[in-house]
């Protein structure tokens, strides 16, 4: 309840010509807007020129952005979604900018959890939000048009509980490491076949080879199975997701020293230098627009890390841009 009472996002809807459907009071604080809008189109009312070509391109390629503008003094994080027309293309765009600029002072400061979270849910709440207020708007929207509103709705809807799930799951670990850590012996080498095997079917669908290389017949280790699947099936699914059709994803377990390693390689886009040490950070994305296309929330590597240490455990990254990414949990081997 708090975080709805405390929406304060700009929204504007707009149609293909860029004639305003609706636009908020916070949208027209953010952004400047003076005087009557209905009717009237978007680059006439809103002077900020990055927004307006954003939303030029959006309606131009029909592939939804996302960016930090400064504007003046302050900061607006907007994100342009395509709205439906009931065919095919859009029917127009649906606004949303948040002011960060006190997010982004506080953001050399550790930002509290409930925070950072409370922001992730703010965007797809409030297109939620911007879209029905729009249908409430126009009564007399075509049926098919309503339904390409309602299916975006249901599109954010489902990323909203997908972001929860993933909140869920980390407090969970935490919660259950806290009360008792319970690790038991386990074999590395059937545990990771298990995780393998369970993302076989999103790698066919995907066109991707899932290729599992080890020389060990069992390792053991102390663990817990649930949360060291889970560990190896977001590295899987990172690794498939930033595949392309054809590619290999290799997963090879080998031991190290005192240590089992289960390296996961992939053959994708790659991490910048500067970003590798940040993607473990709760919501941390390279690319934000391109991980909320795949469904991405920024939680899979932080619940990864989090594993990995209440196991005694590291997890590493070793990447080049245009050569593949790969992560390798290290594991204390057991006697
Ligand atoms: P997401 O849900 O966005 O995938 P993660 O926490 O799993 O969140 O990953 C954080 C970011 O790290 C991703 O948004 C992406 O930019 C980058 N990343 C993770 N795995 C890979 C990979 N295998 N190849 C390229 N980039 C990756």
């Known amino acids: 309840a708090r975080i709805l009472s405390a929406l304060q996002e700009g929204v504007l809807a707009t149609d293909t010509e860029q004639v305003l ?4 009071d916070a949208a027209r604080k953010l952004l400047d807007i003076k005087g009557e809008t209905s009717g009237r189109r978007l680059w006439e009312v809103c ?3 990055q927004l307006n070509s954003m939303v030029d391109v959006a ?21 342009v979604e395509l709205l439906p027309n009931g065919g095919s293309g859009p029917g127009g765009v649906i606004i949303v900018c948040q002011d960060v600029t006190e997010h982004h002072r506080l953001e050399s400061i550790r930002v509290d959890f409930v925070a950072d979270a409370s922001h992730e849910l703010k965007t797809p709440l409030a297109v939620i939000k911007g879209m029905v207020e729009t249908i409430i708007d126009d009564p007399a929207m075509p049926k098919d048009v309503r339904a390409g509103f309602l299916s975006k709705i249901a599109q954010q809807t489902n990323r909203l509980s997908h972001i929860v799930d993933e909140l869920l ?37 995907r066109s991707i080879i899932l ?14 199975r ?26 090879e377990l080998k031991q190290a020293g005192d240590f089992m390693n289960v390296a996961v390689i992939d053959e994708g886009p790659g991490i910048p230098e500067e970003d590798q ?6 919501f941390y994305r390279v690319d934000p ?15 990864v890390k989090h594993i990995a240490s209440t196991h005694g455990g590291e997890i590493t990254v070793q990447s080049k841009v245009g050569a593949g990414s790969t992560f390798t949990l290290s594991l204390p081997k057991l006697g």
């Open 59 to 79: 309606l131009e390629t029909h592939e939804p952005d996302e960016q930090t503008l400064q504007v003046g003094t302050r900061f607006l994080e907007v994100s």
């Open 289 to 303: 627009a391109r991980s909320k296309e795949l469904g991405g929330t920024g939680l899979g590597l932080s619940i």
């Open 21 to 24: 459907l609706h636009a908020n």
């Open 169 to 205: 799951q980390l407090s969970r670990f935490d919660q259950f490491y806290q009360s008792d850590p319970g690790l038991i012996e386990l074999d590395l080498v059937g545990l990771t076949r298990h995780a393998v095997k369970s993302q076989e079917s999103l790698a066919t669908s």
């Open 277 to 282: 040490s940040r993607i473990f950070e709760r």
């Open 211 to 224: 290729d599992f290389r080890t020389g060990l017949e069992n390792s053991q280790v102390m663990g817990d």
């Open 226 to 251: 649930e949360s060291l699947v889970q560990l190896l099936v977001n590295l899987l699914d990172n690794a498939i997701k930033y595949s392309v059709s054809g590619d290999t994803v290799v997963v």
């Open 47 to 49: 002077r900020v020129a």
